[in-house]
Structures are given as structure tokens and as C-alpha cells.
């Protein structure tokens, strides 16, 4: 791909992942307590029989969210509320793909009691020394983007959305459309995918955004439940966003934020 080429499919996929992950600012945590639950894609089967938790206030939320102190790479700030995505502006034509569509755009699933958000950027890649302008344009963009959603629920409205997110992954895997503030997006495809550890369930999927020359550029997107609250992970990978290339979901940030839900 020419230098123009990527230049232009930047701007195409700011459009489309960009405004997915509202923006680009930026340890391991406990041992999993899920047992059986790690490493699984269907780990929503495992709902936990414990008495339900209280919904945690939003001054809780905020003492629980992730902070700069709690990753050992990348940057953690608060979302400005300019990029914070209302659930209501977002739509998707088939409701049963509902849940879906609020994670891509870091929308809280169901009707929380209270949300707190957090936005980490991951360290760009470092191009080889030989690298030409293309090589060095896409590891400078290589960087992992996530916005993390604490949601705290009532009456057992969290595990409602572990289930909801679970069967809009079985649904909706031949993909959907929806519209987000006025901008229409195609999901080609929605995969299961190896859900992280350290929730009492989970779900996670990689969906495949219709991008800029029938590239497919692929999101990460993972709800995990600890208690009454839902820790929601929307992730792109600008430089994924352009080629298509698969990336890693960051699991050192995730078991980082679900450690302090323990």
C-alpha cells in the first residue's frame, strides 16, 4: 500500500474505529478466582451461585476504577465528556444486536445504576531501523486504544447483561449494522473469543468493522461481571484498523481493573 494509500485509510478509519473508541489517551492483578471460567469463550455459562452484591454507588465506581498506578505500560486518563458516546445515540437495526453495538462505542449494556469510564492507550510500536515511511506510519499507529466501562446494576441487572452480550454474539455472528450519532457502521462478522480471567463470568468477541477498501478491521470487546458490576473493554489498534491484522486484547489492563473489584 503507498504512503498515500494509508494516509487516506487513516482518515477512513478515524471515522469508523476512532469514533468507536472516542479517543486515543492513555500488572497483572489477582489470581483468577474463576477457575473453570478462564480461558473459556463460553465462560457466560459459568453464572456464579453466590448471593447477589449490592450495586456500587458512583463515588464506589470511581475509588474502583483503573488508575495510572494500577498498569505497569501505557497511559490511563478519565474520558472527556465530549467522547463520552450516550447509549441513546446509539442504535443498532436489529435489536437483538443492541448489547453489541453499546459495547463498540463504549456505551454502557442495560440500564446501570451508575458508570465510571477510563480511557488507556498502550505504548506504539518502535519501527526497525531500516523501516520505510509506510513501516514507521503504521507502528507509530500500533498502539492498543481501550475504553474501559464500570457499570454497577440492580435486581440482578448485571448478570442480565453477561447473558444479553452472550446471546447477541450467537445472534448477531453473521454481522449487523447500526448507526452511531448519525454515522452508519457495518459489523461484518462477530467471533467468540477466549474470554479473560478473573470475573465470575464472561464474554468476549472480536467484531469486524466494514472498513476502507473491503479492509475488515477487527474490535475487541469483552463484558466481564464481578458481583453487581460490569467491567466493559473496548479495544482497536489503529494500525489493525488500516491492514486488518488480528492484534492481542491487553489482558495485563483487564486483570488490572478486576483486580480492584475483587
Partial sequence: MRTTAVRRTVLAASA?????LATACGGSGDEDKAGDSKGKGD???????????EALTAAELEKAALA?????????????AKDDIAADKVKAKDAACQP????????????????VKRSWTGEPQKPAADAGSEEALLAGLGAEKMIVTLASYEDGGAEQV????????????????????????KILTVEKTEAPG????????TAFLAADEDVKTPMKLVVARKGATVASFTVTNLAAAITGEDFDFP??????QLGKLA
Fill in 68 to 80: 495510572q498506578a494500577d498498569v505497569k505500560d501505557g497511559k490511563v486518563t478519565e474520558l472527556p
Fill in 100 to 115: 453489541l453495538a453499546h459495547l463498540q462505542m463504549g456505551a454502557p449494556v442495560g440500564s446501570p445504576a451508575a458508570t
Fill in 162 to 185: 453477561i447473558k444479553d452480550v452472550d446471546a447477541a454474539a450467537a445472534k448477531c455472528a453473521g454481522g449487523f449494522t447500526y448507526d452511531a450519532m448519525g454515522e452508519p457502521l
Fill in 43 to 53: 465462560s457466560a455459562a459459568s453464572a456464579s451461585a453466590a448471593p447477589a452484591a
Fill in 251 to 256: 489482558t495485563a489492563v483487564s486483570d488490572a
Fill in 198 to 205: 478473573g470475573a465470575d463470568e464472561a464474554v468476549a468477541v
Fill in 16 to 20: 469508523a474505529a476512532l469514533a468507536l
